[in-house]
């Protein structure tokens, strides 16, 4: 699948109440809560690139892994239409307010019935898939292929319907814990997910082929649930399973969860549209859009969506408590942080991309031309980061405020400006037969400009809904990390050009490091607060350890 399932956390960070209260966090608690969040991301990010190096050597760029990337798309907008984001978001904030007024009885009732009515839709759903599999991947994901790789696609989407419901119980237990501020286990569990996937790509696919591929994707989202379970131990869980829809919490969490669903089918229906028209493109295009989304989502993970995680289950209880100006506080401190780590680190993805895929990807069956072609799309899907990392934020805020149908609507309006960018830029930039300068990178940009396009929009709503969000700080920081950015750019460019000899991943590294480096010391000089909140977390809690 792919990695829009880590939604994670921080680290178990009790409440002031005990076991089984939900409180806010204070912003010194919230930056060492979103630290831990962010190495947690970096565990299971760095899991992640081993994947897709392994699976990349193994298999390249081509037809064969064209079919299993396109394959996980169905059980991957299942499960987040059934749980995924859309359970997170309704889910908590009811959870959360069951735990504020100290009903545990009630939240756990609610918890059990939620349980055993996913189970019951994600079982018949996972079956109408099953059957209708043929004709959903000749007609919606891969249009533009021979018979032979629709039938692989359709039995290796079979293979994998599997994990619509595994993950739909580890979705709901990720939003039990979350809301407890117990989060470790969910991060270490995406590495799992990773450690499965890659023992079927080394243990299985030299017996099944790509077949083990799948199976070991199933194994990865069995490990993904295993190391959940235990947790709710820990946090003293009262099961009361139930299909009863008229347990109190249900009716509001499904409330919550339907203008959530369309959103996501909104950003699942994106990638389904991505994936029909790279059919008609060289073999190796749905790969290659794969594979530079998942680098850029592996930086988003580490600078957006650990905080925007860690900040969730503190702004849905200062909502329920109307404490406004705390609200509009760590609201604003978040998207700070957020744009603090993502303005270098658009810059240094597009500077180092082409370095980067081919020190990572260029061994086996992975050709140049792929790595040319991965690269370019990477610093398109780069320019789109920063939008990214505040929609982690942002959308985030609305559901903490129980609205999940304004992002839903923005969210629409700017999928029709996607798709619209697509069909338009993918006849505009790079050849439809050409797998090193390949017209799918047009494809990456729309969705960068339509990104901005919603991030800027729904900015604007929430800053007039509650008053503000310390816009005149924020605008502060974003100038001075543009500044200190581009001289890093600049920096990391000569460092480029003084190793052009040295061996690829050597370069790459001693450029990065000058670019941090640089970068890190004119964030102190022009005085961002930021530049030391997260080394003073990281040495606080090193000390505490």
């Given at each position: ?11 178990t960070?009790?409440t ?8 806010a ?5 919230l930056a ?8 947690a ?5 760095v899991?992640?690139?081993v994947?897709l190096?392994?699976i990349g050597m ?5 037809a064969?892994?064209?079919?299993f990337?396109?394959a996980?798309?169905?059980p991957?907008l299942?499960f987040?239409?059934?749980a995924g984001?859309?359970l997170?978001?309704?889910?908590i ?6 735990l504020?007024?100290?009903d545990?009885?009630g939240?756990?009732?609610?918890a ?5 009515l ?6 018949v ?7 209708a599999a043929p004709v959903v ?14 039938a692989?696609?359709v039995?290796l989407?079979?293979?994998m ?6 993950f739909?119980l580890?979705g709901?237990l990720?939003?039990i ?11 270490f569990?995406?590495s ?11 243990f299985?696919?030299p ?21 959940q379970?235990?947790?709710?131990r820990?946090?003293?869980?009262q ?9 109190p ?12 669903i ?5 950003v699942q229906v994106n990638?389904?549209l991505?994936?029909?028209l790279?059919s008609?493109m060289?073999?190796?295009a ?7 989304f ?8 580490v600078?957006?969506?650990g ?9 849905s209880?200062?909502a329920a408590?109307t ?7 760590t609201?604003?401190?978040?998207v700070?942080?957020?744009l603090?780590?993502a303005?270098p680190?658009?810059i240094g993805?597009?500077i ?5 895929v081919?020190?990572l990807?260029?061994r086996g069956?992975?050709?140049?031309e792929?790595t040319a ?8 899907f780069?320019?789109g980061?920063?939008?990214h990392a505040l929609l982690?934020?942002?959308a985030r805020?609305?559901?903490a405020?129980h609205?999940t ?6 969210g ?5 400006l ?13 050849q439809p037969?050409?797998l090193?300068n390949?017209?799918f990178a047009?494809?990456a940009?729309a969705?960068?400009?339509?990104t ?9 709503l929430l800053?007039?809904r509650?008053g503000g969000?310390?816009?005149?700080r924020?605008w502060?920081l974003t100038w001075r990390?543009?500044?200190?950015a581009?001289?890093?750019?600049a920096a990391v460019?000569?460092a480029?050009i ?6 690829p991943?050597?370069?790459?590294f ?11 010391g ?15 977390a990281l ?7």
């Amino acid at each position: 699948m792919t990695d829009s399932r880590r939604q994670t956390g921080a680290d178990t960070l009790a409440t002031s109440e005990g076991r089984g209260a939900s409180a806010a966090l204070s912003n010194e608690r919230l930056a060492r809560a979103a630290l831990v969040v962010m190495i947690a991301f970096v565990a299971s990010g760095v899991l992640g690139l081993v994947r897709l190096v392994v699976i990349g050597m193994i298999y390249g760029a081509g037809a064969e892994l064209d079919s299993f990337n396109a394959a996980t798309r169905i059980p991957e907008l299942l499960f987040n239409l059934i749980a995924g984001g859309a359970l997170g978001s309704a889910f908590i904030p009811v959870f959360a307010a069951f735990l504020v007024r100290s009903d545990r009885e009630g939240a756990w009732r609610l918890a059990g019935a939620i349980a055993a009515l996913l189970a019951a839709i994600s079982i018949v759903l996972a079956a109408a898939m099953y059957v209708a599999a043929p004709v959903v991947v000749a007609t919606l994901l891969r249009p533009g292929d021979p018979l032979a790789d629709q039938a692989l696609t359709v039995d290796l989407l079979r293979i994998m319907l599997s994990t619509v419901v595994i993950f739909s119980l580890s979705g709901l237990l990720m939003g039990i814990l979350n809301a407890h501020q117990h989060f470790w286990r969910p991060a270490f569990a995406m590495s799992l997910y990773n450690i499965g996937i890659i023992a079927g790509a080394v243990f299985l696919a030299p017996i099944m082929g790509i077949y083990g591929l799948a199976w070991g994707t199933v194994l990865g989202a069995l490990l993904h649930l295993g190391i959940q379970a235990p947790g709710l131990r820990q946090i003293g869980a009262q099961w009361f399973p139930s299909l009863r829809i008229r347990t109190p919490g249900v009716l509001e969490v499904f409330r919550l969860m339907i203008p959530r669903i369309f959103g996501q089918a909104v950003v699942q229906v994106n990638f389904i549209l991505i994936t029909a028209l790279t059919s008609f493109m060289v073999d190796g295009a749905q790969t290659a859009v794969n594979t530079a989304f998942a680098l850029m989502f592996f930086v988003l993970g580490v600078i957006g969506r650990g905080l925007g995680t860690a900040v969730f289950p503190s702004l849905s209880t200062l909502a329920a408590q109307t404490d406004w100006p705390g609200y509009r506080r760590t609201l604003s401190t978040a998207v700070r942080g957020v744009l603090f780590l993502a303005i270098p680190a658009t810059i240094g993805l597009i500077i180092l991309a082409l370095p980067l895929v081919a020190g990572l990807f260029e061994r086996g069956r992975w050709t140049a031309e792929a790595t040319a072609g991965t690269s370019l799309a990477l610093q398109y899907f780069a320019l789109g980061l920063v939008g990214h990392a505040l929609l982690e934020i942002l959308a985030r805020s609305f559901y903490a405020l129980h609205d999940t149908r304004t992002p839903v609507i923005v969210g629409v309006a700017t999928m029709i400006l996607n798709f619209a960018l697509a069909v338009l830029l993918m006849h505009v930039i790079g050849q439809p037969d050409s797998l090193a300068n390949g017209s799918f990178a047009g494809l990456a940009l729309a969705m960068s400009l339509s990104t901005w396009v919603e991030a800027i929009v729904l900015w604007l709503l929430l800053r007039r809904r509650i008053g503000g969000i310390g816009g005149a700080r924020v605008w502060a920081l974003t100038w001075r990390a543009l500044l200190a950015a581009a001289a890093m750019g600049a920096a990391v460019r000569v460092a480029q050009i003084a190793l052009a000899g040295a061996p690829p991943l050597a370069a790459l590294f001693a450029s990065s490091a000058v670019g941090l480096a640089v970068y890190g010391g004119l964030a102190v000089a022009l005085g961002l607060e930021e530049a030391a909140a997260v080394p003073r977390a990281l040495f606080r809690r090193l000390r505490r350890s």
